[in-house]
């Protein structure tokens, strides 16, 4: 298993649709292993292969609850439906998010409470995911990854603008830019 560079906003692999998984080889198997190292080294409560500038729909989870209930997984070309978002702005305290490929910062922003992922595991078994709360948050998340976007894409149009000064001041914005966990500084690749 191997520590991959995580990709930073801008870079193309981040802003288009990932592509299916059309055979469950040994190089996804790699893959999903080192996107593990990767994501509980960074750390991280998940990591979508695109992250790691790879087009495909993976992505892995992991995050132990105030109950110390631990939830872990991969899911291989997942379907994600939710329930619709309450109206209101997000709250700051409670609905922050952030990003490892958007590093060291956090916006708030209003997701859905309720969602449910199918897909499959590395063994082609289906899973199904049907989670509220955080986990809920993290699994919407990582679905936008697959989808092109970063939850900087949905913060509202003045937190957009802040996100962008950020990224030009760091050198974001452009392909190519990365960063390493454990080897580099958050977001400073």
Not at 2 to 16: F, K, N, Q, W
Not at 75 to 102: A, I, Q, R, Y
Not at 133 to 145: K, M, S, T, V, Y
Request: proline letters at 8%; aromatic letters at 8%.
């Amino acid at each position: 298993m191997a520590i991959l560079p995580i990709v930073v906003s801008g870079d193309p692999v981040l802003h288009r649709p990932a592509e299916p998984v059309a055979e469950i080889t040994d190089e996804v198997r790699t893959l999903v292993a080192d996107m593990y190292e990767t994501m509980d080294a960074a750390p991280g409560v998940g990591l979508a292969a695109p992250q790691v500038g790879v087009g495909l729909r993976i992505f892995t989870y992991s995050y132990v609850d105030d109950d110390d209930a631990p939830w872990r997984g991969v899911v291989l070309n997942p379907e994600l439906w939710m329930t619709p978002l309450e109206p209101g702005e997000p709250d700051e305290e409670t609905e922050e998010e952030g990003c490892l490929s958007f590093p060291g910062e956090r916006f708030p922003l209003r997701r859905s409470d309720h969602a449910v992922v199918t897909g499959i595991d590395l063994d082609g078994e289906p899973v199904r995911l049907d989670v509220t709360g955080w986990r809920a948050r993290i699994l919407q998340h990582e679905f936008d990854h697959l989808l092109g976007y970063l939850y900087t894409d949905r913060l509202s149009r003045k937190e957009r603008q802040i996100c962008q000064k950020i990224s030009k001041k760091r050198g974001w914005g452009v392909e190519g830019v990365s960063w390493t966990p454990g080897v580099d500084e958050v977001g400073e690749g």
